[in-house]
């Protein structure tokens, strides 16, 4: 009988479809796990080989918990809303829903044929109404919602609401907007409907704002820092631009400190936790004001270093500072505008990044030092971001870089305040261990002492305060999108109003297209049934908008982030038509034990996920604090591209090995045209649907009868022809030695290139454990006892893969299996008492084989539900010593004896053995050396 591993994984796939093998019970007496991937975004180009690591990863690991007793949750869904799919739209007119709908298919079918061991009855997509209507309902109760201080929680904001109506706001300890302005609770009540909501909007955990965002005119979208690569949208490397515009924000900042602490508490690799700690920066210090000459405005800016007050010998201002167009001299108007153009042109990061180019324009203005009250020029530089702290700082060239090249270029003075340190390009440093100079009150004092007592003047004088500031801001929420959720808000004259639960989902409407409107609005804005009736508690068309009772929709879509802060408690109880999720089920799964995703997601999804947790922890949805107990970045599985060498000015394309000394341009082939020696196949290669006019008059110069492509190795990706896609090594190796193979390449976090050739060698290793288990007659397996050695491979194996399963090292488990297969072959194991729970060792790596071979040896139930093997140590205990006997040092035979034999007995049983007799011919030895459970040497 052969290994028919097509028939065997296409037989065993059914039968988990239709026994529901790994549905979950959300009432079980077992204890509870819960392993979760990130879930995919359906693209059309469907899974590339790299995409199942941590699928196969946690996989493995649910299986094996299975195992172990545990009652696991592994669910998988799709996070399928997304600007792929609209620009895909755009493109072709097709309906978003459509495309997610083919790709998904084609998700679905190609992660059941690798044999994941998902509970598909609580299947998410992020697209679906059913499930957005949650999310929906989220963003409600955040707006419903503002942060106490007091409490250090998010709380109702009808608490608010009674706290304004009581005392005003006078004693109110909130995150909120800078700017809102003190009343009393007479004044509160005098106030208008309208005037209440606009000071309620400055509290709420998410709000309306003219907010500084990412614009790219070509996707007519705002992008998050996340979307955005060097500059350009990381979705066709457009342009982006800094816009202000009116969005949707999440208080996000009112979580900073707690998102810090938490950190402590998950068991996350410390690279990641880093990652979050320098995206929410920390920074204690204090807030300072200065005065603008000539100006009733006042500048604050933030700064960690107080003592260096009296070094501050300009200030810089954000070119988005709000402040720069009220405070530019006529002088400089036309300079201060174009320099604020050019700069709108850049991405935050690549100017947070640009730490060699200066530039910067004076505005005209002076402010005045707090203590000296000398005038300090204010310029605009594109270093500072108006998004972080106050968008200006006080310039200190002699403490601080960035502040010195500058002052140096535009040859600004450059005070010294340090005592003995010589300002220079190659004496820069801290500065933190030397005495305050040149600095009135704080003169002969260390930066500690200086800073405390700056703090304390600056308040005498009402000019400043200690204050400890973050980096992390509020995240913008909006998007100029079609195909995202809808937020559940209608306006009454300009202020947003929420549309009840009850009435939810609010679903998109049809558009015509879905590109921006002419009039710049985003795609919604082309809906013609667009408006919310208060009457019929209904979408209705937009031609009966009165402003009475029937008002118009918000435009914007949630952005991508939206759906997957939250899906995780979905799964808990996914068919709740009542709540995002029971009490029961929330209380029964908590949280995820194990979530395994790309590290691609540190400051966007994972950060974001954790903030929302936390918000509905506060107000009582859910019962904990942080949503992954622990997070396992998987790394990147990469290509091999193959590349064909152009020669420059010609058609002519040349092997390999012929480039040497010559002008050519590397040009990426498909590497379905390279076999495993390098070789291209031309004729393929002309006659591609794709690409083939683009060589169908090259010319192709071989090296000894063959074109040899260049081989490099690279991110997978489609753009880069280097993609292998998983249906044919399924179809050629079998989804078992898939899974193995990507498993055995490497440490699972680690990057590690694919080779498909590699997969042979494991292929083969799953028909040598077939062989093991069926010969040409069929099943060999028996009831005969183990013998010792059987015993001793079985449980060594047990405590290997246990141990490799528990630390996540995949890849040595593999190099187990197989040395375990070797060995029991040759030992000729036919017992079933070995081989049986060998199978549920593997049966997590390669559960298709498994499932098989367990079924032939007369079980009547899934492998999924046999108990993992137990370790019995005595099994590895040596009862006995094969000796190696040696004369004058040369080994001439070997005996086995007892390992509890004394000295005296081992020589004794040597001395009288018919060999050693041979060996002496009659001689007395000079003495014998033996040292026991090692060697018997005899000295003659």
């Not at 992020?126 to 999310?135: A, G, I, Q, R």
């Not at 005098?190 to 400055?202: G, H, M, N, R, T």
């Not at 690799?269 to 880093?274: F, M, N, V």
């Not at 324009?361 to 310029?379: D, L, N, Q």
Request: aromatic share 12%; net charge negative; proline share 4%.
């Amino acid at each position: 009988m052969n290994y028919l591993f097509n028939e065997i994984e296409a037989k065993w796939q059914k039968y988990w479809a239709e026994n529901q093998t790994f549905k979950a019970d959300s009432n079980s007496d077992k204890p509870k796990y819960y392993v979760l991937d990130m879930f995919p975004y359906p693209s059309g180009a469907g899974l590339h080989v790299g995409h199942p690591l941590g699928y196969i990863a946690s996989d493995i690991y649910a299986r094996y918990k299975r195992h172990k007793g545990f009652n696991v949750l592994h669910p998988q869904g799709y996070d399928s809303f997304g600007l792929p799919a609209e620009q895909y739209a755009i493109q072709t007119g097709q309906h978003p829903a459509i495309t997610t709908e083919t790709n998904i298919k084609t998700y679905r079918r190609q992660l059941d044929q690798i044999g994941f061991s998902f509970d598909w009855s609580r299947e998410v997509r992020t697209s679906d109404p059913n499930y957005y209507k949650w999310t929906q309902w989220i963003f409600i109760q955040l707006f419903e919602s503002w942060y106490n201080n007091d409490t250090n929680k998010a709380e109702e904001i009808s608490s608010l609401i009674n706290i304004f109506s009581s005392e005003g706001n006078t004693n109110v300890d909130a995150v909120c907007d800078d700017d809102v302005e003190m009343f009393s609770a007479a004044e509160w009540q005098a106030f208008s409907s309208e005037k209440q909501q606009e000071i309620l909007l400055q509290y709420r955990l998410t709000y309306l704002a003219e907010t500084e965002v990412n614009w790219c005119p070509a996707l007519g979208t705002v992008l998050a820092n996340d979307e955005i690569v060097n500059g350009v949208s990381e979705r066709g490397g457009h342009p982006v631009v800094r816009k202000k515009m009116t969005q949707w924000s999440m208080r996000i900042s009112a979580y900073a400190e707690r998102l810090l602490q938490g950190l402590d508490t998950i068991d996350w690799t410390d690279s990641l936790k880093e990652s979050q700690k320098n995206w929410i920066g920390k920074s204690v210090g204090a807030s300072v004001t200065f005065h603008v000459n000539n100006h009733e405005e006042l500048i604050e800016v933030f700064t960690t270093r107080p003592d260096t007050i009296f070094g501050v010998s300009f200030m810089t201002l954000a070119p988005e500072h709000e402040l720069v167009s009220k405070i530019t001299t006529a002088e400089q108007k036309e300079a201060v505008e174009a320099y604020i153009k050019a700069t709108a042109k850049r991405s935050e990061r690549e100017r947070m990044a640009d730490v060699k180019t200066i530039s910067g324009v004076f505005t005209g203005a002076y402010a005045e030092h707090p203590f000296s009250k000398e005038p300090i020029p204010i310029w605009i530089g594109d270093y500072v971001l108006a998004g972080y702290g106050t968008g200006a700082v006080m310039a200190v060239p002699c403490g601080d870089q960035r502040d010195y090249d500058f002052a140096k270029y535009f040859q600004i003075p450059i005070p010294n305040i340090f005592e003995g340190v010589d300002i220079s390009e190659e004496a820069y440093a801290a500065k933190e261990n030397v005495k305050i100079t040149n600095s009135d009150f704080l003169n002969g004092m260390n930066y500690k002492k200086a800073s405390k007592r700056a703090i304390y003047e600056l308040e005498q004088l009402g000019q400043g305060e200690g204050k400890t500031n973050y980096r992390l801001r509020d995240a913008v929420f909006s998007r100029q999108r079609y195909w995202g959720e809808p937020f559940p808000v209608y306006y009454v004259n300009g202020m947003p109003q929420m549309i009840e639960a009850k009435h939810l989902p609010i679903t998109l409407p049809e558009v015509e297209k879905y590109l921006p409107t002419e009039e710049g609005e985003p795609p919604l804005g082309r809906a013609d049934v667009w408006a919310w009736c208060t009457e019929t508690n209904s979408v209705v068309a937009n031609n009966k908008i009165n402003d009475t009772t029937i008002f118009p929709l918000e435009l914007n879509t949630m952005p991508g982030w939206a759906g997957s802060s939250w899906y995780f408690f979905r799964y808990m109880d996914a068919n709740n038509e009542l709540n995002f999720a029971s009490e029961e089920a929330l209380n029964y799964w908590e949280n995820v034990d194990l979530y395994i995703g790309g590290s691609e997601h540190a400051t966007g999804h994972l950060l974001y996920s954790r903030f929302w947790v936390k918000f509905m922890k506060d107000r009582g949805f859910v019962g904990v604090e942080e949503p992954f107990k622990k997070l396992i970045n998987q790394g990147m599985i990469l290509g091999t591209s193959a590349f064909i060498y152009r020669e420059e000015g010609t058609n002519n394309y040349l092997s390999e090995g012929l480039i040497e000394g010559k002008k050519v341009a590397p040009i990426h082939v498909k590497v379905q045209y390279v076999n495993a020696s390098d070789e291209l196949d031309i004729e393929g290669l002309k006659n591609d649907s794709e690409f083939g006019e683009d060589y169908k008059d090259a010319t192709f110069v071989l090296e000894d009868g063959v074109y040899k492509v260049g081989r490099e190795v690279e991110k997978m990706s489609k753009s880069k022809y280097n993609v292998v896609n998983p249906d044919a090594i399924c179809e050629q190796y079998g989804a078992d030695s898939l899974r193995m193979y990507e498993m055995f390449l490497g440490p699972l976090e680690q990057a590690k290139p694919w080779n498909t050739a590699g997969i042979t060698g494991v292929h083969g290793f799953l028909k040598k454990l077939w062989k093991l288990y069926v010969g040409e007659d069929g099943l060999k397996v028996n009831d005969a006892a183990p013998t010792k050695d059987n015993l001793k491979t079985l449980h060594k194996t047990i405590k290997k893969v246990e141990e490799d399963i528990e630390s996540f090292s995949f890849n040595t488990s593999v190099s187990t299996f197989m040395i375990a297969v070797n060995e029991l072959a040759s030992q000729k194991c036919t017992s079933k008492e070995v081989l049986e729970p060998l199978l549920v060792l593997i049966s997590p790596y390669a559960p298709h084989i498994a499932e098989e071979l367990y079924s032939q040896l007369g079980n009547t139930t899934s492998i999924a539900t046999a108990a993992f093997p137990k370790f019995d140590a005595s099994h590895l205990v040596e009862s006995s010593k094969n000796y190696p006997i040696s004369f004058n040092g040369k080994m001439r035979f070997t005996l086995e004896l007892p390992m509890d034999m004394s000295k005296e007995e081992i020589e004794k049983t040597v001395m009288s053995h018919e060999k050693t007799i041979a060996q002496l011919q009659g001689r007395e030895p000079k003495k014998v050396i033996i040292v026991p459970g090692k060697i018997v040497n005899i000295v003659g």
